[in-house]
């Protein structure tokens, strides 16, 4: 266990054990994990598995089968851009490109700084003012290039 604190390894424990008993824990423990940490690390693994008696293969299958988990920390902002078919025929996928080249990053990394990690989503419900993201919790509608810079730029220096 040497990345994860005997104080994180133990939220991890608790919550593996308070699903333990329910049908199909692995994903709501992994969701626990996840909300109580930010992520899911990879010591995490091993607690899970042993507490359901599974393999950490079976557990490590889950956490890289579904998008929604984190192996890493995230960032301070999470940017989601949405992919469904309203917005990238709204222009997202030249929106796409811009947001990845202005963080310098790909889906599920983080800038170097630690400001900003980038995640897709498949739909903000915003398909009326489209292309869509969503940085932290705001939901923004008709982005362009330019209303992605300024946001960015405001993300900033707020921080």
């Keep these: 266990m040497t990345g994860l604190s005997s104080a994180d390894a133990s939220t991890v424990e608790k919550i593996a054990q308070n699903f333990a008993s329910t049908p199909g824990p692995v994903i709501e423990i992994l969701h626990g994990v996840q909300n109580a940490l930010g ?6 693994i091993a607690i899970i598995a042993s507490v359901l008696n599974l393999s950490r293969a079976e557990i ?11 192996s890493t920390p995230p960032g301070r902002k999470t940017i989601q851009v949405c992919r469904a078919e309203a917005c ?28 900003f990690s980038l995640e897709p989503i498949y739909c ?36």
Excluded: W
Excluded at 89 to 95: A, F, I, N
């Design 39 to 44: 992520y899911v690390p990879a010591e995490a």
């Design 60 to 70: 490590h299958g889950v956490v890289t089968f579904y998008h929604h988990f984190r």
């Design 88 to 115: 990238q025929s709204m222009h997202g996928v030249p929106l796409e490109a811009h947001v990845k080249t202005t963080l310098g990053i790909d889906y599920h990394e983080t800038t170097a700084d630690g400001h």
């Design 124 to 159: 903000l419900g915003n398909c009326a003012c489209a292309p869509s993201i969503m940085v932290g919790d705001e939901i923004y509608g008709r982005v362009t290039p330019a209303v992605f810079d300024e946001l960015i730029d405001e993300e900033k220096a707020s921080s």
